[in-house]
């Protein structure tokens, strides 16, 4: 099969075109570096810079490169910045993906996995979070994201195509220093720059109804959300080529949870450091504790993580350090 990975360029993406390269799979990388970085791209692998806004693109990508599958890493994905701007995050997440499922459907590619993102369940009262754990997402993105769960389902359903939504639950850690995150977006970039400042990491708020009054949250090392990616497009290909074209919605996460507090001490660890954190007041929507199940992505996959929070941490460092310093080995192409 070859595989055209939209938003290949990016963190996550690239990772994912890593896993399916080592897998053996052909990929194909569609990205219109907005926020990714060619260099991330391996030597070798095929890079269309482009839009899933762009029709005219898709078409011929998919056909001059023979596309089987499809893994739709691309989009928009800050929170904050969907509350500002909804209508550019509608835009880009929902309208790019009716355009990408316009050219699968009638190029008649049969495999398609979609991004998705434990956003969709908001606010969730729950120990564990399920797949069947009711949807109410808090912001725009969370919308986006369901909405485009939606999507996928249904043209899945109505041309013949097996498609999954995987769930992210928290993302860190690197698989090799020059795929590492150095948007400072996320929980572990974020606390890497307080500690460039001489800052320790911030807490938002400490008074929640958790055991050390902190947020919990389930953190997942990149490297095993990448290999989640493999195991549900082999899946997928293995449904189509048996013409059972079904739909799949899998959480990607650990079943672990680990708070911010807890966070803030293993980050001093795995740097060398011994910031204080400092408290802050709560962020409005803030669920109190947000773990997933991993039951049903191990009894359909035979997927599970492998790496701990202590990997991801010192992986995610390394690659923060060696692009800070400017040695990052950049990939040929």
């Known amino acids: 099969m070859t595989f055209l990975i939209t938003g290949g360029a990016g963190y996550i993406g690239s990772h994912v075109v890593r896993a399916m390269q080592l897998a053996g799979e052909r990929v194909v990388v569609l990205d219109d570096l907005s926020t990714g970085n060619e260099d991330r791209v391996p030597e070798g692998v095929p890079l269309v810079i482009g839009s899933v806004l762009d029709r005219l693109v898709l078409d011929k990508t998919i056909r001059e490169h023979k596309i089987t599958g499809v893994v739709h890493l691309a989009g928009k994905k800050q929170v904050g910045e969907s509350v500002e701007k909804p209508l550019y995050y509608y835009h880009e997440n929902v309208e790019g993906l009716q355009v990408l499922l316009g050219a699968v459907a009638e190029a008649g590619v049969r495999n398609f996995l979609f991004s998705s993102s434990a956003s969709v369940y908001g606010m969730p009262d729950v120990d564990l979070v399920t797949e069947e754990t009711p949807c109410a997402p808090l912001s725009p993105y969370g ?183 400017g040695a990052v080995p950049h990939v040929a192409r």
């Open 143 to 325: 919308e986006t994201k369901l909405a485009g769960e939606w999507l996928v389902r249904a043209a899945g359903k109505a041309h013949g195509i097996s498609t999954a939504c995987l769930r992210y639950f928290n993302v860190a850690g690197a698989a090799r220093p020059e795929l590492a995150d150095t948007g400072v977006f996320n929980l572990v970039p974020m606390v890497f720059q307080r500690f460039d400042e001489g800052e320790g990491a911030r807490i938002f708020g400490d008074d929640y109804p958790t055991p050390d009054g902190t947020c919990i949250r389930d953190y997942i090392h990149v490297e095993d959300l990448a290999e989640a990616h493999v195991a549900a497009a082999r899946k997928l290909g293995e449904w189509a080529a048996a013409e059972d074209y079904r739909d799949l919605t899998v959480n990607i996460g650990r079943g672990e949870g680990v708070s911010v507090r807890e966070m803030a001490r293993l980050l001093n660890e795995g740097t060398g450091h011994d910031f204080e954190p400092v408290v802050v007041p709560r962020r409005p929507g803030d669920p109190a504790k947000v773990v997933a199940s991993a039951d049903r992505i191990h009894a359909e996959l035979g997927w599970k993580a492998k790496h701990d929070v202590r990997e991801m941490i010192t992986s995610a460092w390394a690659g923060w350090e060696a692009n800070r310093k």
